[in-house]
């Protein structure tokens, strides 16, 4: 994936970006993409904590350091470097700018980029992995779906951006596939059956369960 495209989300003039679609701050939490990472992290899931930590979205704080977001800044006469300006970072940190009561725990970091929950939602609601199981239960418990909503999307990838090309606009379909994650096919729906079988396994092998997500 480009620098540009990284760089299409929004360095000043955005919409922030931890406002939700459906769901308000106060019904739903942001958990921060190391619980979401409990299951995500497995080969089972597909293990789309490593397909996010090798997209641009997990760099995205690291471009406002860059010759290119100093020039853009230079040239909007920002009175703050990008990656201490407001209108920076509330696009390129996940809830960037949010109250502290919009936090399960703690403010995310802002090293820590564009997590997963400013594509999926605060995760409070959905997180757990007998909710996370179902998708409809995982969407009726506050989950978004990017991958159907494109104005998801389009909170950073717009017009305002420093850098949006009128003439080539923002390519929502290539974009999904620039950072695909998907769950494998064959677990879709089938999750928690599959990860007792691999318990069990484990168990008959004599292998330890060192699992660590949430129930």
């Known amino acids: 994936m480009s620098g540009r495209w990284i760089l299409i989300v929004a360095i000043v003039g955005l919409a922030s ?29 597909g293990n789309q904590l490593a397909e996010w930590k090798k997209a641009p979205h997990s760099k995205a704080y690291e471009t406002l350091k860059s010759d290119k977001a100093l020039e853009i800044a230079k040239e909007r ?3 703050a470097s990008p990656h201490e300006s407001d209108d920076c970072l509330k696009c390129h940190v996940t809830a960037y700018g949010a109250p502290e009561s919009a936090f399960s725990k703690k403010p ?24 996370m199981s179902d998708r409809d239960k995982s969407i009726a418990a506050g989950m978004w779906e990017p991958g159907k909503d494109d104005k998801i999307c389009a909170k950073c990838h717009n017009d305002e951006s420093p850098t949006w090309d009128p003439a080539e606009g923002f390519d929502y379909e290539k974009g999904k596939e620039e950072i695909a994650h998907s769950i494998p096919e064959d677990v879709k729906g089938h999750y928690l059956e599959l990860e007792k079988e691999q318990r069990a396994a484990r168990k008959a092998a004599g292998g330890a369960d060192n699992d660590d997500d949430d129930d």
């Open 77 to 79: 006469n920002l009175s």
């Open 17 to 45: 970006s931890w406002v939700g679609t459906d769901a308000t701050a106060d019904e739903y939490k942001y958990v921060g993409a190391k619980n979401c990472g409990k299951c995500h992290k497995k080969e089972l899931m």
């Open 108 to 131: 995310l970091k802002i090293t820590d980029s564009i997590q997963c929950e400013s594509c999926h939602g605060p995760g409070s609601g959905y997180r757990k992995k007998k909710t």
